[in-house]
Nanobody, 126 residues
Framework: QMQLAESGGGSVQAGGPLRLSCAAS?????MGWFRQAPGKEREGVAL????????YYADSVKGRFTISQDNAKNMAYLQMNNLKPEDTAMYYC??????????????????????WGQGTQVTVSS
């Protein structure tokens, strides 16, 4: 069974950077980062296919966040730049098994993700 473990959360001032990491185990997978702020629904922030050829970004983070995978190390990353107080949330690494026979858009659909890490808190102060 696939397992995910996040690291790298913390507190940062507005405008600063932060990098989240996710260690993954298991088979070929799409990887993603979701977040949930208090009183809000969980939202997909950044998603990627195993090769990185297909990505999805929420409008609120486009141009500031970058998702990447290192398949040799079974790692996924979320580089967050120019952080804003509204980025404050619990961030979750997520994954879903994929296949070369699946359409490229499979990994770009937040509703497909079904495996979750424990979460790591990101707090951005103004």
């Amino acid at each position: 069974q696939m397992q995910l473990a996040e690291s790298g959360g913390g507190s940062v001032q507005a405008g600063g950077p932060l990098r989240l990491s996710c260690a993954a185990s298991g088979s070929r997978r799409c990887m993603g980062w979701f977040r949930q702020a208090p009183g809000k629904e969980r939202e997909g922030v950044a998603l990627t296919s195993p090769s990185g050829a297909t990505t999805y970004y929420a409008d609120s983070v486009k141009g500031r966040f970058t998702i990447s995978q290192d398949n040799a190390k079974n790692m996924a990353y979320l580089q967050m730049n120019n952080l804003k107080p509204e980025d404050t949330a619990m961030y979750y690494c997520a994954a879903v098994v994929t296949s070369e026979f699946f359409p490229p858009t499979w990994c770009a659909k937040p509703e497909k993700y079904n495996t979750w890490g424990q979460g790591t808190q990101v707090t951005v102060s103004s």
